[in-house]
């Protein structure tokens, strides 16, 4: 077991999910007691329960994918540990790509096995999520009276929905780029061979990319044309474990030199 995923951070994971668990269970028993003490019927409580647990599966999903996004790079509790308490697959994965690619060569789909440059990401992605839960309480509604007062003198309501929607676009737009026209990486070996790591913009990423997005429009023009609701939350991590299904299925399908192909030269290190 290497330094990833030593006896140390399987305990201090296992504390953490059995903290957050306690958590969960603890306000679950102090909302059922406060329904019963305002004369909620057992039914209602019952059905918001279960739909509470629903409404939980399609974010659960997203965060699986995410793990295993980032698994190869940095084993699977750091990932699980996180991911546990705060986080999304952008958030996550851009400040782990940053991390890396500020105090290594490496990249998401190679192994860290420097515990400095462990250390660091693993800093990262922590003070990254944890700032807006300092920021939040203090400046939260002061920046609702700057946003309202913006949305005023624009006239438009939807102003708000815009900017969330157009920084979404910039990070989705980020992790497209990087399929489309990514550099590589490659290490020199001690023995002066290079080592491909195949992690660089090609016929694989692209691929990957297409089965993405065309899954995800198929799914929400079935979930509109049709109706279905939930399907409309489950499309997304559908199109991405579908996607993530294809890479494998191509990588094993292609003839190696298409599977391994990159569009630029890997920066080798």
């Known amino acids: 077991?290497?330094?990833?995923?030593?006896?140390?951070?399987?305990i201090l994971g296992l504390i953490v999910i059995a903290f957050i668990l306690?958590?969960?269970?603890?306000?679950?028993?102090?909302?059922?007691r406060r329904g019963k003490e305002i004369g909620m019927a057992g039914s209602v409580m019952k059905n918001t329960v279960v739909q509470s647990i629903l409404f939980t599966i399609t974010p659960a999903l997203a965060i699986v994918a995410t793990v295993v996004a980032l698994a190869p790079a940095l084993g699977i509790i750091l990932p699980w540990i996180r991911l546990s308490?705060?986080?999304n697959i952008t958030?996550?994965?851009a400040a782990a790509?940053?991390?890396i690619e500020a105090v290594s060569s490496g990249n998401l789909a190679t192994p860290i096995t420097d515990k400095h440059v462990f250390s660091v990401v693993a800093w990262v992605m922590t003070l990254a999520s944890s700032l807006p839960l300092v920021v939040l309480p203090l400046c939260l509604k002061r920046l609702q009276k700057g946003m309202n007062k913006a949305m005023s003198k624009a006239g438009d309501a939807k102003l708000t929905d815009?900017?969330?929607?157009?920084?979404f676009i910039g990070l989705i737009g980020a992790f497209i780029a990087r399929a489309l026209a990514g550099k590589g990486t490659a290490t020199q070996l001690a023995d002066g061979t290079v080592q491909m790591n195949y992690d660089g913009a090609g016929i694989l990423s692209v691929a990957t990319l297409l089965v993405a997005i065309v899954v995800m429009l198929l799914l929400s023009k079935l979930a509109e044309k049709k109706n279905i609701?939930?399907?409309?939350n489950f499309a997304m991590p559908i199109s991405m474990f579908v996607a993530m299904g294809a890479a494998i299925a191509l990588?094993?399908?292609l003839p190696e030199s298409l599977a391994t192909f990159e569009f630029r030269a890997p920066v080798v290190s």
């Open 91 to 93: 958030q996550e994965t």
């Open 1 to 10: 077991m290497d330094f990833r995923e030593d006896t140390f951070m399987l």
């Open 97 to 99: 790509t940053a991390a």
């Open 251 to 253: 990588f094993h399908l």
């Open 85 to 87: 308490v705060i986080g």
């Open 162 to 167: 815009s900017l969330a929607a157009a920084a």
């Open 22 to 32: 306690a958590q969960s269970i603890f306000f679950l028993v102090k909302a059922i």
């Open 229 to 232: 609701g939930w399907l409309q």
